[in-house]
């Protein structure tokens, strides 16, 4: 059933989406950079508000787009990057070292090298062999490098078990006999400075509780650092992982209470488990750009089969993976003209996968080839994952800034999809 709340939502864009197509063609990306600076200033005003010494480190993973990122930059906002092409991104909009934060479970030696010369303000290390590896190319480059290290302090969220990230049988990080082991060797190395903490417990999260109970663990074990080992931390990063709202009923993350009750209590430790003056870092993705994306997509078919309506769109599990990927909602809404007869549909894109479905049992009115469609919330995790599955280019991506739409990534071609083949002659 068509949502009344995103109806109103798509409405207030107020966007001309029938000429955009027009001119850029479908499936296409829209961003509104306005709409990412209401985010960013909401999460940015709670946060200072209680604690000026912050840093709000958005997660390129979520949407890279160059444009986007530059907007964010220009808002005084940090990166948190996990690959060296995110660094590479970083980079290119000009974004400060001392904005970066380099997080990943599996960073390669290329990669690490890559932000040891780039001296960002933190690498989170996740293994024992990883801050062995940093300090040999710190001693290497005749460097000091400034580290935090991740730890799982195993906490239990409810969110798709695919982006759980902070319990003892997920990849990322050190259980906390370990991190201490870690923080212990750390210490008595030349070449590396040990000053922060990071966790991250997942993605996609509702409710404050998993967040006050991993601050909670975060507190005790940093206690237990100050009073063993005399080490009053520098950098307190804290992740991201709020979510938003796909559906109706869901209400998005209540980050004023998030801030009371997680990063207002933390506050009162510093110069005594931590610094006197400690920076709190968030890492922020799809609280920020998510519900400031929408992918717009055309009708090809409609089909009835077996008893179902088919409606076959342009736009495939290669431009938008979630619904395949995790099974995640988005709520679509129609952009042609609305006709009073209904129907029941399943949505599904063109790509060879019985996955690659967008919606099953969408009440609509009747739709018809040529129609447009927008899947809503998409800013996070749409382009970022997109791929050429089955060749197919992707897709362009525009972006409304001041009022005035501009094309921020052009749509691929199929000499795109090949460029970097090698092909012998015959």
């Known amino acids: ?31 509104d950079a306005e709409r990412v600076r209401e985010n960013y200033l909401n999460l940015h005003s709670n946060v200072t508000n209680l604690w000026k010494n912050s840093l709000i480190c958005y997660a390129y993973k979520a949407n890279s787009t160059l444009a986007l990122l530059k907007v964010l930059r ?36 290329l990669e690490l090298a890559e932000a040891i010369r780039e001296n960002i ?38 969110t798709h078990h695919y982006i759980t990230t902070g319990r003892r049988f997920n990849k990322f990080g050190m259980d906390p ?17 040990v000053k922060g903490i990071h966790i991250h417990i997942g993605s996609q999260i509702l409710d404050i509780f998993p967040y006050v109970e991993v601050k909670e663990k975060l507190v005790n074990f940093c206690r237990k650092l100050k009073s063993t080992l005399k080490l009053a931390l520098k950098y307190v990063d804290l992740g991201g992982g709020f979510g938003i709202s796909y559906r109706e ?9 998030y801030c009371e009750n997680v990063v207002k209590p933390l506050t009162s430790y510093a110069g005594s488990i931590f610094d006197d003056d400690f920076k709190i870092i968030l890492e922020p993705g799809r609280f920020i750009v998510g519900d400031a994306g929408i992918l717009i997509t055309r009708v090809n078919y409609v089909k009835e089969s077996g008893g179902y309506k088919w409606v076959l769109v342009d736009a495939g599990m290669n431009d938008l993976i979630r619904p395949a990927l995790y099974g995640a909602f988005h709520p679509i809404i129609p952009l042609s003209k609305v006709k009073d007869e209904y129907e029941i549909y399943n949505i599904a894109g063109p790509i060879c996968e019985s996955s690659d479905i967008f919606y099953i049992g969408f ?43 501009k094309l921020v990534r052009r749509r691929e071609n199929y000499n795109d999809i090949f460029r970097c083949d090698i092909l012998e002659k015959s």
């Open 363 to 405: 009440k609509a009115p009747l739709i018809r080839p040529g129609d447009l469609l927008a899947i809503l919330n998409v800013g996070a995790y749409g382009i970022s994952m997109s791929s050429q599955y089955n060749c197919r280019p992707r897709a362009a991506v525009v972006m409304r800034d001041n009022g005035e739409i």
């Open 121 to 158: 303000l933190l690498i989170n290390v996740e293994s024992m062999e990883e801050l062995s590896l940093i300090d040999k190319f710190a001693s290497k480059f005749n460097v000091k490098v400034s580290l935090g290290i991740r730890i799982n302090f195993d906490v239990k969220v409810d």
């Open 74 to 109: 220009d808002m005084g906002a940090g990166a948190e990057v996990v690959s060296g092409g995110e660094l590479y991104a970083a980079k290119l909009v000009n974004m400060p070292p001392e904005r970066i934060v380099f997080d990943g479970v599996s960073k390669s030696p």
């Open 177 to 193: 006999d370990s991190a201490y082991t870690a923080y212990k060797k750390a210490q008595k190395m030349k070449n590396v400075n």
């Open 249 to 257: 009923y869901e209400k998005s993350f209540p980050i004023s209470d």
């Open 1 to 31: 059933m068509i949502s009344n709340m995103f109806t109103k939502f798509i409405h207030d864009f107020d966007v001309d989406f029938k000429r955009l197509v027009d001119k850029y063609g479908t499936p296409l990306y829209f961003l």
